[in-house]
């Protein structure tokens, strides 16, 4: 049975801030999950990440981006967490983000995450 460890939400938050991407990757589960809705993945067919590659692909694309990242009300139990980010580009458009982690073994094993842009 493996160990279980609590999952460290002010370090997952720091490396979104800071565009760290190893340290956010590391911090998955294998097999984890990635489910997001926006203005392009609409509700209905949100996309869906579903393997460590897609996911990689997917955090070192929003780090690589140029924009600043405000993680902001995050709360935790031991099953889950939540935060929501607040994201902008140098242009001014913002983005805001809600974000709901799943939990196992003190790792991400599925994330929901809704995004709303500037249009």
Not at 29 to 48: I, Y
Not at 89 to 97: A, F, H, I
């Amino acid at each position: 049975m493996p160990t279980t460890t609590t999952f460290d939400l002010e370090r997952f938050t720091r490396a979104i801030e800071e565009r760290d991407a190893s340290t956010q990757l590391a911090m998955y589960a294998p097999g984890a999950t990635v489910t997001l809705a926006d203005r392009v993945s609409q509700p209905g067919s949100p996309r869906a990440l579903s393997s460590h590659a897609e996911i990689q692909a997917w955090v070192e694309d929003v780090c690589g981006r140029d924009m600043t990242h405000a993680v902001g009300h995050a709360v935790q139990d031991e099953r889950g967490a939540a935060f929501t980010e607040a994201c902008r580009y140098p242009d001014g458009t913002n983005v805001l983000c809600a974000t709901v982690l799943e939990l196992e073994h003190g790792l991400i094993a599925r994330q929901v995450g809704v995004q709303a842009w500037d249009e």
